[in-house]
């Protein structure tokens, strides 16, 4: 493997899904903010309730994709074109197993919860059940399109992914004017087109890959080593969904059940917010995952592990230098987007800022872990942590905790998770748990404690407005900047930088 053709196809895929990023985040502003003045808050809320219940009941489907991609990853790893035709194959039929038990779970366990745990109006239970029944559908599209978008990560056609995406975007634009304009109940109209979106990407997904990738091929394979195999994977990585469900689906259906449906779009306009940095990050793991993978499956270790460490702390510095303005400045923009803030929007945000940058951190990890495939010991340890959120979550609540506890009890959980997760990759995949505590945990420390200090002074002696915003903004990224060179980069990595830079300059000014 050539490292550095690797690097500049991952600086180009990178690049690539970084313009995706600003596009979804500049369009998310607006529908996000269209969306919940047309709908309301109460069925706002209602529809995070029924994504909740939806997201908590799909979660084997989350764990198989995981598989699925890994043995694509895997298998494009080994260059071996006849054993990719069979992954595919096998792992689209067991999408298909999978989508028909998720099925069966919605239309009794979820419709059960639907009827007598969710805390929604009398006069809006048949608008949700109908909400729910075409959260279903579109659920099972994404089942389906799981090999598929898997082989286009796999294969880095990253200009490709992105395409998707922005298809996405100019729907939700669509979405939102026609949701403006309609006679009928917006709610119901609002999951409807969310449907047709999801299938016209659907298509044009399934078109794509009939024309540009061999493998994906509609036909379906059995290979019952195969499967055994990656059941066996699957059942241990839905350990680590069991969790995740526990820390984002269950958090809301939890402070539904407490706190009532105006909280739950308080919970996730501040997500929405949060969800900006871990997009941040998220384009930078993306185009990374797949070189983990493969520096695994043709044993090239060593690589993996600076893979591991640079994208660990690259990822967590990438979202810091917005961070800090988000954090400091989240309410004076949250009115700016929304106009009526909601009550707690603020407090869900500053909480979700830091188990954003945590769970960058963490990204990789688990993408090793998930390409040594051995996960027993790592889900029961890592995961066992995580696990413990929601009945922690159900205990504080139930003893008159305020909601704000949801995101503290969380942003603990993940830090001993992210700790937990580097110690069991020592046998897994020979990782160094001291360095990683060195290049990795020390310096986002002290970097961040850096960066953090001079914008709070700023925000403690200026009155809230564009001025401050603009000074504290232009400030933090100044110092998040100089604190990353000078404490968070190695020796080797800030003389790549100023080679880098030397080089554009050079470019720019001699020609």
């Known amino acids: 493997m050539n490292v550095s053709s690797d690097n500049k196809r991952l600086a180009k895929n990178t690049l690539i899904l970084y313009m995706r990023m600003f596009l979804t985040m500049v369009v998310g502003f607006y529908t996000s ?23 908590v009941l799909s979660m084997l489907n989350s764990a198989m994709a995981g598989t699925t991609q890994r043995w694509i990853t895997m298998a494009i790893g080994v260059n071996d ?3 990719l035709r069979k992954v595919f194959a096998v792992g689209l039929t067991a999408q298909c197993i999978i989508g028909l038990i998720v099925f069966i779970l919605m239309e009794s366990i979820g419709l059960w919860y639907l009827y007598t745990h969710a805390v929604i109006p009398v006069e809006r239970i048949e608008t949700a059940f109908w909400v729910f029944q075409i959260s279903v559908f579109t659920l099972l599209l994404n089942i389906i399109n799981v090999p598929f978008l898997g082989s286009i990560i796999a294969h880095e056609k990253m200009g490709v992914f992105a395409s998707f995406s922005i298809v996405e975007v100019f729907a939700k634009l669509i979405i939102c004017f026609m949701l403006s304009i309609t006679l009928f109940d917006k709610l119901l109209v609002y999951a409807i087109l969310l449907f047709l979106a999801s299938m016209i990407n659907f298509f044009w997904l399934h078109i794509y890959c009939q024309k540009k990738i061999p493998e994906a091929r509609f036909i379906f394979g059995w290979d019952k080593q195969m499967y055994k195999e990656m059941w066996n994977l699957t059942s241990w990585t839905m350990v680590g969904h069991i969790s995740l469900i526990g820390y984002t689906q269950g958090i809301v259906l939890l402070i539904n059940m407490f706190f009532g449906p105006a909280l739950n779009a308080a919970y996730s306009i501040a997500n929405q917010a949060t969800n900006i940095i871990n997009q941040f990050s998220s384009s930078f793991q993306t185009a990374i995952n797949p070189q983990i993978t493969k520096n695994y499956a043709s044993k090239q270790y060593g690589e993996m592990h600076k893979l591991i460490y640079r994208s660990a702390k690259f990822s967590y510095f990438l979202m810091l230098v917005i961070a800090v303005p988000l954090f400091f400045e989240a309410n004076f923009l949250l009115r700016i987007w929304l106009g009526n803030v909601p009550d707690h929007s603020v407090a869900f945000m500053r909480w979700g800022i830091f188990i954003a940058m945590l769970t960058a951190v963490r990204n990789p990890l688990v993408t090793a872990a998930i390409a040594n495939g051995h996960l027993k010991k790592y889900q029961l340890v890592v995961n066992g942590i995580l696990i413990m959120v929601a009945p922690l979550l159900y205990i504080a609540f139930k003893l008159g905790a305020s909601a704000e506890w949801a995101n503290i009890i969380l942003l603990i959980a993940m830090f001993l ?3 937990a997760s580097a110690f069991m990759l020592q046998k897994m995949v020979a990782l160094n748990f001291g360095t990683f505590i060195k290049e990795v945990v020390c310096r986002i420390i002290i970097v961040s404690i850096f960066s953090f200090v001079i914008p709070l002074l700023l925000y403690t002696q200026m009155n809230e407005g564009w001025n401050r915003l603009f000074v504290l903004g232009l400030c933090s990224v100044i110092v998040s900047f100089m604190s990353i060179y000078f404490v968070g980069l190695t020796a080797q990595e800030t003389r790549l930088v100023r080679e880098l830079v030397s080089k554009k300059m050079n470019k720019i000014f001699v020609k």
Do not use: E, P, W
Request: proline share 0%; net charge neutral; aromatic share 10%.
């Open 81 to 83: 074109s006849q054993y």
């Open 33 to 55: 903010r269209v969306v919940l003045n047309t709908l309301g808050i109460v069925d706002y809320g209602i529809y995070n309730v029924v994504g909740g219940i939806v997201g």
């Open 417 to 419: 998770a992210v700790l």
